[in-house]
């Protein structure tokens, strides 16, 4: 995982100048969301706008309705196999390059990627995709203190689309199972995912900030490019379940400033609470790219709101499989 990290951040002071070149028109569009597809919607927020308070950044998301009829959200990944040294390594990809594979209608950045072989590179922590285990969730030991096991956060998403977060291992069932805590868990519980992939930090937990950074050893204090998801929630008791799913890239912020970010904004455009949201891989490998709607017949045009040189072995998309 440092060595994701490292790339991350190296790669981010080669690619951060070409933040402000990839929104130049959304400046006219702030504050009012532009509809990229049936259920999808599009947001700039520029730096300074009260949903950016206590920042310098500025934020591009997409926020996916989880009512609208054949939307769904998935981890994809390809070709992720084995190697000889038990690394698992998958074809790699830009988000843009994804999103046109998978005919998605917008899509993030996946999870932390290790070293590069040919065109694959090194799948880091639980990758599952087609309710198919390919790379495994395991608890491993500090490097700073190897009495403490430490388990990474994780986004999956059941079969009908449900997202859930928390901190996931696999079994050797092939199962998913989420633990009460990243540091030295003590309980755990199966989880029924179609797919679902690592990353972190857990910035919300159960509607209440939890940064997680220190627990998960993923300490990253300055502010940098991060993409991040995050949901709400509808319904009461246990009927209550997800209704917007927002996956977003933030220009320069800390872990706590996303944290803060999310829950303004569903408190400000839903008024709501935001209910969980995690980091996935950041630094020049944030990227964020959707359909341009004004060439809805086109289906390979696409807008690089947040365009990057890195390619990356996993990926978050929204798809519609509707007719």
Known sequence: ??????????????VFGAWSRSHQGDAQSTGKPVEIAKGVTYRYVPDGDPLVEGSHSEVMALEADLRAPGLRVEAVA?????????????????????????HAIGGVNGGFFGSTEGSAKEVMGLLMTEGQVLSPGRKVRS????????????????ASGTPRIGWLTSDKNGGVRAVNRPLDPTSNQLWNL????????RL???????????????????????TFVAYD????????????????????????????FTQRYFRTVHRSECADALCLD????????CRDPARRSTPDAYLEKRPAFTTVPTALLIRNDTP
């Open 78 to 102: 390809e070709n992720a196999t084995r190697a000889q040294s038990g690394r698992v390594f998958g074809d790699a990809y830009t988000v843009r390059d994804w999103c046109m594979r998978r």
């Open 1 to 14: 995982v440092r060595l994701g990290v490292l790339v991350c951040i190296v790669g981010g002071a080669v």
């Open 282 to 289: 950041g630094g020049g490998s944030s990227q964020l790219v």
């Open 194 to 201: 179609r797919s679902a992939v690592a990353c972190g930090p």
């Open 143 to 158: 490097p700073s203190t190897p009495s403490h096991l430490i388990v990474r956060c994780a986004l999956g998403f059941t």
């Open 233 to 260: 929630m509808e319904g009461n008791g246990r009927f209550k379940k997800p209704r917007h799913l927002l996956i977003g890239v933030a220009s320069q912020m800390t872990y706590a400033q996303v944290a803060a």
């Open 204 to 226: 919300i937990a159960n509607g209440q900030p939890m940064v997680t950074d220190r627990e998960e050893r993923l300490v990253s204090p300055r502010a940098l490019p991060r």
